[in-house]
């Protein structure tokens, strides 16, 4: 295990859309240009510059939701980086099957509570240099979320003050088409009222890169969404149920897809979890049995270079959505939030 740090930023954002952008810039401007400039991952995305994919995809970005494109403009005024860079970057799950985004998430229904509880896997490079954040943009309902240097908020684990509640897990799929990238529809959810909203968005929307989201509200029962440029599967979640980084419904486990060791062992193990006798969420999320492929990852030699880098638990009531974040959920939680805003 590494014995780097962990820890999680408290941020706190309001303003335009520019305004939320450029202080996401501002705050992870000096981890983007220390580590991830110089990295396999940035070089990957950025080879697609000028692509039509690329272009297409900024298009129809700029034309469909505008506000967006502009938190990206001050994303990359912040980050002292190109528009076009920026942009890729937040593109790059439409771009590149592999990209460096992982996760593990659990949706618990329940009479009274519904509960989503989540591992946000990322890249071990950006440990110690992520946040929740608390983000006020005018004219919308505001949010707050795990959030990565560099990227726009949404793609993660976030709570709106609406009492949306939205987990993500990466899905690895082949052959997508250009369409509005993952993390901007995603992004565009958290502007949403409900989850039917959400997934009028989804449906109604060009797609591109392949999402697996953990979705629920204040009025209505868990979802598990799958999608792609080339498939859409929303099912009612009726009982526990874990979800690792591919497509695993009945309408979508056969498109092309790349299931890494990781995410297929971490789909077995927590299932078998699951049917054991009623075991918490939060203690199958920090399970280190498994040798390699662990559901709690913080192995520097992470087989898909990704480590846990923070474990949110959702609990979602008729009237609000109570949740904290934790740097490790064998400990007490780093943070306390009540639907969009920070509390303790």
């Not at 460096?100 to 009479?111: A, E, N, V």
């Not at 509570?113 to 919308?140: L, S, Y």
């Not at 029962?221 to 009726?238: D, F, K, Q, R, T």
Request: net charge negative.
């Amino acid at each position: 295990m590494s014995n780097k740090s962990y820890s999680l930023s408290r941020l706190e954002v309001s303003g335009s859309p520019f305004e939320v952008g450029l202080q996401l810039g501002r705050f992870g401007k000096e981890a983007v240009h220390s580590y991830l400039l110089g990295s396999a991952a940035w070089g990957t995305v950025q080879a697609w510059k000028g692509s039509a994919a690329a272009q297409r995809m900024a298009q129809l970005t700029q034309e469909r939701l505008p506000d967006i494109w502009a938190e990206l403009q001050g994303l990359a005024q912040g980050l002292d980086l190109p528009l076009d860079d920026v942009f890729l970057w937040n593109a790059r799950g439409d771009l590149w099957a592999m990209a460096p985004d992982g996760c593990t998430t659990i949706m618990t229904p329940g009479q009274g509570v519904q509960r989503i509880t989540h591992n946000e896997d990322g890249d071990p490079g950006f440990a110690g240099h992520c946040a929740i954040v608390q983000c006020d943009v005018q004219g919308k309902p505001g949010f707050a979320s795990f959030v990565y240097p560099g990227s726009i908020p949404g793609h993660t684990l976030a709570v709106n003050n609406l009492g949306l509640a939205m987990t993500v897990n990466n899905v690895r799929a082949l052959y997508c088409q250009p369409g509005l990238p993952r993390m901007v529809l995603t992004r565009a959810i958290l502007d949403m009222p409900d989850v039917d909203a959400a997934l009028r968005l989804l449906r109604d929307s060009p797609r591109a890169g392949a999402f697996h989201l953990n979705l629920g509200d204040t009025t209505q029962a868990l979802v598990g969404v799958e999608y792609s440029s080339a498939m859409y599967s929303a099912i009612p979640v009726s009982q526990p149920v874990l979800h690792a980084n591919h497509a695993i419904h009945p309408d979508t486990r056969n498109y092309p897809q790349i299931i890494t060791g990781s995410s297929g062992h971490r789909q077995v193990r927590g299932d078998a979890l699951l049917a054991g006798n009623h075991p918490d969420p939060l203690h199958v999320l920090a399970d280190t049995d498994g040798g390699r492929f662990t559901i709690f990852r913080r192995d520097p030699h992470d087989t898909d270079n990704e480590n846990t880098l923070a474990t949110a638990d959702i609990h979602l009531y008729s009237d609000r959505v109570e949740w904290a974040v934790y740097e490790d959920p064998r400990r007490e939680p780093r943070f306390r939030l009540q639907n969009g805003r920070f509390v303790s």
